[in-house]
């Protein structure tokens, strides 16, 4: 019998089958080194393995760790600041002057604290993250033991991580070579939108990452308005700018999206960029409605982000598949559009492959990593009956069923409480937190 | 010293102050006899009251209970049974063939207290019903102690319930006369659609309410589909059919509304009709948008409805508000609109005033019901820091932040669990249906 990790016993577990997430019963899943090492028959699974550890799980069912493919998750700490309000009066005069005052490595550390308890207590197990002190956001990351993509932020105005475009992308490659090969965060480079850097600044980042090959990360075609802006400055939309500028010589991951063109829609298929669709923040800030059904059918990837706790107001993926789902719909007035099955692909190896790390998150599959979701299925009256398990947790909410989560193996939610952060240490630091930024605005 | 039944002392309480839900602190709220007797400082009440109970809330904030405009209660057995196909396709071929073969007293009463069970967790302390058997209904609300407005359905087609246009009239009156005066539950008419009544029935309704004087409630323009279909029936679109048929002779309840042109707006003035809002169902269904931000600016009263779980699918009012916020904005790509005032009001105060019951709910204030809802404040990080108690509530979800509930003054929820209902008992009985209806499926 060969020695394991961990067996897990489950109701049920979500596979891949035939390209769909597949509901099967009877199975059980085994963990050895932080990777999945076999899904078999419960049978077969007590005969061939010796493990340290045996969990039932009778009344719940497997899914693989979501993935958040955009936040800003030091902005926990301004949750709701400014509600209500166009995009560029908050960014100009609530979120930016706020961060000028306050957001340092402390700021950092206790915002991506705060955000990974939410995200864990809500089942996601992997996020991309773009902000300022990248460098605390990986030890936060390491400390609570979550998987993520960190993509540092280039801009070209002075903010109190660094100074210019050289000065944020010297950062970059410090930053990047250090984590190389880091098993738990992968870093890439965020260059913060089209109309915060300039063509300069573009070309260096095209040339370092020639030598880096770095995953890109960059907030697009947002708004109807950035795009006539670029057109008025540029006399091409954003899209083409970066073309040309040679950013699209790597797979790109474009966030947001809310305005694309036919021509637009071929470049990214062109071009195999990913698209990161965050309806709660679009609909929040008014942007628009990114076409995820239109781009689903062309066959472009698409993850789904919450994007930060400023703009949502809160981090839960649950309820973003649930939006996107309802989004997609209306938006197209077609009720079969963003259907259950998409979601779920969307929110988990849709989101892998945005980051590109579908060879090692996504799915329960054999030889990925271990980040696992245990979904309680019975229970809960606002969401039984059941009549089909995927469909029931993306429309029926409720985040409460989020039982137990494992990334790489290790259990980081126990009965629906934080295992490796303290729950109460985080609303202490928040605490304070509100209290300085009240006191200033 | 005046005696009087419960003092609550809470951290705040939302009061109408400039015809704008506010938050004071500082205050005490004195309950007799089912009804607010005062609100007060701390101070005054201790002088003035001597009370049964005194209980202190200190870490929360008192609400008016959320007013749910527009349920299918006992659907919730069918939650999710259908999910991701067309309006038509769902009521043909899915919950309509259902309902013939279960729908008996036995599945409504089951139906309705699972329903009432979220709702009551999920902050809502009145609910709007259309549905068969509301004789059974009503005693489940009598039975679990909340408000209720109970339309009787009105077809033109066989049901379970009754055979044609006249024997649901007549089921309607009796029932109607049973509850007049009734404290908790009031009864109105539900002309399904206008779809589904022809003119004589609708004739015969408007004759039968020129003696009762019922509230009125019916789906209207729910989608283009069904104002092509109308004008091509009819040679007008539903509205002013209605109208035709005299129908607006009383303010009555127009749920969905997602088509409204410039003339039935007017129209809509004119006869001081309300509208109900449902967003999730509207989006979930690809039926359109209705045009919020516009009716509100017009001086229409609108207010909330989930629909039934069903097409939702779930009955949680407070993400209900999170949507209605968040598609106002994006539809009309406009940040600003629908703020949070606006949604709280609709699910307030509005959503009273669409139901005629404006004078004994919607807002904490002297000489109304004593329904209230008590929201935890901290100590949940998914809503943490909270810089604007209104705007954190309804775009930061976090439905676990309902500590307690009361109707009438009667406490329907302590410590985020049910006291009149008993949950275990409510999850069993709906196993069984679940079970049943699979088998059938």
Redesign the interface.
Known sequence: MKKVDLILQPKGLVQTVDNKPTLETGKALIILEGKIEDITSLDEAKKKYDSKEIIYLNDHVLIPGLINTHNHMSMS?????A?????MD?LNNHIWPTEMKFVGPKFVEDGAL?AI??MF??GTTTCSDMYFFPETTAKALEKAGMRGQLVTPILDFPTTYAQDGDGYLEKAEIFAKKYSGNPLVNIGLGPHAPYTVGDETFKKLVKLNEKMNLPIQIHLHET?GECDDSLKSFGVRPMERLNQLGLFSWKVQCVHMTQMNDEEIDLAIKKDLSVVHCP?S????????CPVPKLLKKGINVGIGTDG?AS?????LL?EMK?A???G??D??????C??EEIFHMATLGGAKVLGLQDRVGELAVGKMADIVAIKE??F????????FL??LI??????RVDSVWVSGKRVVKDGELVTLN?DE??ER??I??EK??QS?
Chains 1, 2 share one sequence.
């Not at 509600?83 to 995009?87: G, M, R």
């Open positions: 700490l301004m949750r709701g600041i509600d209500d309000i166009p995009l908050w705060l308890g939410e207590l809500t109807k709660e679009n609909m929040k800030l008014a942007s628009g409605i706790a949502n107001n809160d981090l839960n309820g939006t789902g309802l989004l719909k209306v197209t007035l077609d009720p079969t559009a259907n259950a019975e229970g009256i606002d969401s039984f009956p059941n009549f089909n469909s029931n429309y029926a909410q409720s985040s409460q729950k985080l609303l928040t605490k937190w509100q930024l009240s605005s």
